[in-house]
């Protein structure tokens, strides 16, 4: 169980309006209770504001064009953090790889991530001269695939690099906690959960107090106008 360590977080928890979170998690329909199961704690429990990419331009086109780096890009614009879930996958990172491209855009915007992993997720998080390095599933020997930040800027983005990669180089430390780790069963999350998760809601709360909250409706209005759990289960 992560033991989360705040002393990146400065100042006291103020209370403020809602804050916007960007919330980035897999599509697919067996993800959806886990999905759930976070998304309720952040609204309900917290009063967050959650908003994402919509998993309808999967099917239609954007009216203006936008593809999926764009439109996170975007959203992100009107968010003061993040929390990010990633899912047990059977691939070359054991999650989904896609949210990757979500958490390097948010460190571009210079929002705090919270990270959050189902059970079986292979990840390592690694500190050296105030960088943080995130590496997936098992190298074996083998060589290593990287991303960074740079490869989400408008010029240089390659969607193909990060869906391949299985390491992140995400810089400064003050981003991302140490993972979260979810159980498959349902029935022992908020016991395991327990006091690390009131330790890592205040601690993305407090960290976004600076960041200025604003609404944009770019992308879905009805579902950004009326952020519910029923709409976001689309964006889910």
């Avoid at 002393?7 to 309006?17: K, N, R, Y």
């Avoid at 855009?105 to 998080?125: N, S, Y």
């Avoid at 498959?184 to 960041?211: C, F, K, M, N």
Wanted: hydrophobic content about 35%.
């Amino acid at each position: 169980m992560d033991t989360y360590d705040a002393q990146w977080i400065g100042g006291a928890l103020i209370e403020t309006d809602r804050h916007t979170i960007y919330l980035a998690c897999s599509w697919q329909p067996r993800h959806e209770a886990l999905n759930l199961f976070v998304a309720r704690k952040l609204m309900n429990e917290h009063g967050f504001l959650l908003v994402g990419d919509h998993q309808g331009y999967r099917r239609i086109p954007h009216p203006r064009g936008l593809n999926f780096r764009d439109r996170v890009d975007e959203v992100l614009g009107d968010c003061s953090g993040m929390v990010a879930i990633l899912p047990k996958r059977d691939s070359l990172q054991t999650t989904t790889p896609n949210i990757f491209v979500e958490m390097l855009l948010a460190i571009q915007h210079g929002i705090p991530v919270l990270l959050i992993c189902e059970e079986g997720v292979a990840i390592a998080r690694t500190e050296e001269a105030g960088a943080v390095t995130l590496r997936f599933g098992s190298a074996d020997g083998g060589t290593r695939r990287t991303a960074t930040v740079s490869h989400v800027s408008p010029n240089s983005y390659d969607l193909d690099l990060i869906r391949s990669s299985d390491t992140l180089n995400v810089g400064n430390p003050m981003f991302l906690n140490r993972p979260l780790m979810l159980p498959h069963d349902p029935s022992i999350r908020d016991e395991v959960l327990g006091a690390s998760w009131q330790r890592l809601s205040l601690a993305l709360r407090t960290a976004s107090y600076h960041s200025e909250t604003r609404l944009s409706y770019s992308s879905f209005p009805a579902t950004r106008r009326n952020p519910s759990v029923e709409s976001l289960h689309i964006q889910c």
